[in-house]
């Protein structure tokens, strides 16, 4: 987490989409060229049937874009004492902007539970709230582990300055039994 300021957050947040343009180009490309390959299709014959050929190349010049455009694509934050910078990179880059820190309201907490997910965990995240702007929040904190999330939440609100907002629950409503 480091110990002081400044605390630097990077993310490469399309990474985990790499998979569908992977599957592509095994579409696309590889199972075409290992066709071509075991059926022995010699060049002349790839010429005529240029079906093959034409969807192998636009399979990987597709595929290969997405890719790149997957891994390239980065998001920083950096806070420090006087200012929230944001920059992107890749299909991220138009995302780029210096803020203030006294532009920022607190740090808002929020819980959810999953319960349909196997195991049925809790997240936990915090975000720095924008006074004005709800498209300047910058979550700072996600995670499932509770004493790790009260921890920096109690460091980034001691070092930052600023207030912590929980988010407020309604009481859960018990249901009613008729009686007769």
Sequence with gaps: MGGDLPLRFRTRPLLGQVV????????????????????????????????????????????GTLIVRCVTTRLEVLVTASEVSLRGGGALSAFTWNEPLDHYAGLDCERRHHPDWIGAQDEYGIALTHRKDPERNVVVHWGRDARRFEDRLARYAQLLRLPVRREQRAPIAQPRVARR
């Design 20 to 63: 569908w343009p992977l599957l592509g180009l095994v579409l696309l490309v590889v199972l075409p060229v290992a066709y071509a390959l075991d059926q022995g299709l010699s060049l002349a014959l790839l010429r005529e049937q240029w079906m093959l050929p034409l969807v192998g190349v636009l399979g990987l010049f597709v595929t």
